[in-house]
């Protein structure tokens, strides 16, 4: 079973510029939940969601931030315009059930100059 | 607030020896207490998951210990090799909800 893939594994953009992350999950896995961590701080939650609809965004830090999962398949989180304090390792993870076990993805990695 | 808190930040230790990594929380309600091992460059595993009424779980070279009163928690790694060489994350989660909180994590380095 293939684990969760996330693209790109780096990122690096200048500040303004705008960049999507994808992240495609386990097959099977309804739940999607995308996480960051800054440097030096702990992974922290952005959001989640149920197949395509958004469960919960409360993490999300402002509307410069937008994620999608249409089809309840793959998912992007875009970022635009991208700020310097957005640098960090953008991590997805998915589960089959809401409380079951997260699987995580390798993470991307954004910095923005 | 829930907050997760992890001792030491980082440790080194000599491949064979044995280590304790510490986890303090403050989430409420307490649902369950999962130990992550994070590899450098790949998303963190899960090791253990400990509910409530459980005070420790193993696997392997891994033992994990839970005191729900004090809530604090240990992992335990015997015999480290090499391959323990990663950040082992404490993440805590809260009754009815999906969002779990996590600790920083302690850095391990085993040394030959």
């Known amino acids: 079973e293939a684990g969760v893939t996330q693209f790109p594994s780096h990122s690096v953009i200048e500040k303004g510029q705008t960049v999507t992350l994808r992240c495609d999950p386990i097959?099977?896995?309804?739940?999607l939940y995308w996480y960051r961590r800054v440097m030096g701080k702990e992974i922290k939650f952005l959001l989640h969601?149920?197949?395509?609809?958004?469960?919960?965004e409360s993490g999300m830090p402002n509307n410069r931030f937008l994620a999608e999962r249409t089809g309840g398949t793959y998912s992007t989180l875009k970022v635009q315009p991208a700020e310097l304090e957005d640098s960090g390792v953008y991590f997805c993870?998915?589960?089959?059930?809401?409380?079951?076990?997260?699987?995580f993805g390798p993470g991307t990695r954004l910095t923005v100059l | 607030k829930n907050q997760v808190e992890q001792s030491p930040q980082s440790l080194i230790i000599l491949e064979g020896k044995n280590c304790t990594l510490q986890?303090?929380?403050?989430?409420?309600?307490?649902?369950?207490l999962r130990w992550y091992k994070q590899d450098t460059g790949r998303g963190p595993v899960s090791l253990t998951i400990?509910?409530?009424?459980?005070n420790t779980k193993s696997n392997g070279r891994y033992t994990a210990t839970l005191d729900a009163d004090t809530k604090q928690s240990s992992l335990h790694i015997t015999a480290s090799q090499l391959s323990d060489s990663a950040s082992y994350i404490c993440?805590?989660?809260?009754?009815?909800?999906?969002?779990?909180?996590f600790g920083r994590g302690t850095s391990l380095i085993v040394h030959p």
């Open positions: 993870a998915s589960s089959r059930q809401g409380m079951d076990e997260q699987f």
């Open positions: 400990m509910t409530f009424s459980e």
């Open positions: 993440v805590v989660s809260s009754g009815g909800s999906y969002i779990p909180t």
């Open positions: 986890c303090n929380y403050t989430v409420s309600p307490f649902s369950n």
């Open positions: 097959s099977g896995h309804d739940n």
């Open positions: 969601f149920v197949k395509e609809s958004k469960q919960d």
